[in-house]
């Protein structure tokens, strides 16, 4: 594929370099969407030809037409007709995509990204919350408030609390019924809990400062008060996101 002189174009790192997943494809993606999402590749770049790609990666030309599909897929490149893949700007990656999301949690320098899933689950949980204290059962509650205690005895053991932590989280969601929202926050949450600068060294003193935001949250459901769940919700997320947010590079 010849590939447009007014376009950047871009080298890979080498497949020796790139840890093997089990699909060959899925080896080609990676590098990509690292590249991309770091920044290494930028916008407009166009990727190699299918002979450079097959080479580097030491796959068959089947295998890098099967990963730019994926790549397509996941909104990081387009082909386009004498040209080949060409890198698109990050308004249109799916960050929704386990990969691409990884990959920015990965490179979020800025803390750009974690900032942006806060500001998510605040909006969804908060909602999720209130929804809860409608919709819950009284098993909802109970399974709820069995969480709670079980994070008091856990405060001690800051290790510990921050697992159970997501469970007590996931429990309240899971109370509201909205399962899409629910699959939304789980699924950007989860990659975040990856990055230690979202996960921070919470001290003994933290998780007690949490649970008692927990507390509240909580009293809020059993009273079936949605509105003041919601509010409890977002005052916690934000409060907690504050804490253990990684100061600023100077």
């Known amino acids: 594929m010849a590939s447009d002189p007014g376009q950047a174009t871009v080298r890979l790192a080498p497949a020796a370099e790139v840890r093997r997943p089990a699909r060959l494809a899925d080896l080609v993606v990676e590098s990509i969407v690292d590249g991309v999402v770091s920044g290494a590749i930028p916008p ?12 580097q990666f030491q796959v068959s030309r089947i295998t890098v037409r099967e990963a730019v599909k994926l790549l397509e897929a996941k ?26 999301l ?20 605040v909006a969804l949980e908060s909602s999720l ?17 069995a969480v709670f205690h079980r994070l008091e005895a856990d405060t001690s053991r ?16 899971a109370a509201s019924g909205n399962r899409l929202a629910r699959s939304i926050v789980s699924t950007v949450h989860s990659q975040a ?3 230690m600068r979202y996960q921070g060294h919470p001290s003994v003193e933290d998780v007690r400062t949490t649970n008692a935001e927990h507390r509240i949250v909580l009293d809020r459901i059993l009273a079936r008060d949605a509105a ?23």
């Open 75 to 100: 909104g990081l490149v387009e082909v386009r007709r004498g040209v080949g893949a060409v890198v698109k700007d990050d308004s249109s990656w799916n960050l929704l995509d386990s990969d691409v």
């Open 228 to 250: 003041g769940a919601a509010t409890a919700m977002t005052n916690h997320i934000r409060s907690a996101w504050h804490r253990r947010r990684p100061l600023p590079p100077s």
């Open 44 to 55: 407009n770049a166009a990727l190699p030809p299918e002979s450079a790609l097959s080479e």
């Open 158 to 173: 800051p290790e510990i609390f921050i697992q159970t932590d997501v469970e007590f989280h996931d429990r309240i969601m």
């Open 193 to 195: 809990r990856t990055s």
């Open 129 to 145: 919350a209130g929804q809860a204290a409608e919709q819950a059962t009284d098993d909802d509650l109970a399974a709820i408030e």
């Open 102 to 121: 990884a990959a920015a949690v990965r490179n979020d320098a800025n803390l750009t990204i974690l900032d942006e899933l806060v500001g998510v689950r």
